[in-house]
């Protein structure tokens, strides 16, 4: 199935097209040193668009909020000292405590998603063990994909959460991607790309101006 995307635009910089992408509530991707993923806003995770993520990601999905968020939601650690050391921030998975089924469907998930970036969700909103895994972000210097797609939402005026899934490899489905093929998978879906190092690099402000810029390509388009 071929999905609408927005007219191609090139006088355009990355990073405005990105944050325009993630304004809309659509998928963008983010690469790292040596594989990559992709990423939706928490806030605006329609069941479409997060769908299309676990179609190409390993399926397990993320949502990185910032530490004293997880604190305040009362999201243990999965590893009681990784916030004193250099190990991932995953805490214990969740699901919505209501408005969901198994949780494991992308319905549910989504929904899960989406209260985890609203202001009002309380720890008691929240079923623990679940099926959505809170990554707590660190402002420590780390900068890996769950920050810079945190960052990234609040340069787009959305709220500090995003959901990210590590891109599944296009040519190899038994690996993740590589850098160079997630260039490739957006090209072809029509999805801005970041390396996430450059979201903690300043001098990049958002372009009031901005417009979407859809790189050309074929095959299935991502959900609008």
């Known amino acids: 199935?071929?999905?609408?995307?927005?007219?191609?635009?090139?006088?355009?910089?990355?990073?405005?097209?990105?944050?325009?992408?993630?304004?809309?509530?659509?998928?963008?991707?983010?690469?790292?040193?040596e594989d990559a993923a992709l990423v939706l806003p928490a806030a605006e995770?329609?069941?479409?668009?997060l769908a299309f993520v676990i179609r190409h990601s390993s399926g397990l999905v993320g949502v990185a909020l910032p530490g004293d968020r997880c604190d305040a939601l009362e999201?243990?650690?999965?590893?009681?000292?990784?916030?004193?050391?250099?190990?991932?921030?995953?805490?214990?998975?969740?699901?919505a405590a209501n408005?969901?089924?198994?949780?494991?469907s992308?319905?549910?998930?989504?929904?899960t998603i989406r209260r985890l970036a609203h202001r009002d969700t309380r720890p008691e909103d929240l079923n623990r063990p679940g099926h959505v895994l809170p990554y707590a972000t660190r402002p420590d210097g780390v900068f890996g994909v769950p920050e810079a797609s945190v960052e990234l939402c609040l340069r787009a005026g959305l709220p500090a959460a995003a959901a990210f899934?590590?891109?599944v490899s296009p040519e190899d489905p038994t690996?993740?991607?590589?850098?160079?093929?997630?260039?490739?998978?957006?090209?072809?879906?029509?999805l801005p790309l970041l390396d996430s190092a450059a979201a903690g690099r300043s001098g990049i402000p958002r372009d009031a101006s901005c417009r979407a810029l859809s790189?050309?390509?074929?095959?299935?388009?991502?959900?609008?």
Do not use: K, N, Y
Not at 75 to 88: A, G, I, K
Not at 99 to 104: C, F, K, L, M, R
Not at 177 to 190: D, L, S, V
């Open 75 to 95: 999201l243990p650690p999965m590893r009681p000292s990784f916030r004193h050391d250099d190990q991932r921030g995953w805490c214990v998975a969740v699901d």
């Open 165 to 167: 899934a590590a891109l």
């Open 175 to 190: 690996r993740m991607a590589t850098p160079g093929e997630a260039a490739a998978f957006a090209a072809t879906h029509g």
């Open 99 to 104: 408005g969901v089924a198994t949780g494991i």
């Open 106 to 111: 992308a319905t549910d998930r989504a929904e």
């Open 1 to 33: 199935m071929t999905l609408p995307v927005q007219a191609t635009s090139l006088d355009v910089r990355p990073i405005d097209a990105l944050l325009d992408a993630l304004a809309r509530g659509q998928p963008v991707v983010l690469t790292a040193l």
């Open 45 to 49: 995770a329609s069941t479409a668009a």
């Open 215 to 224: 790189a050309a390509g074929s095959g299935e388009r991502h959900p609008t």
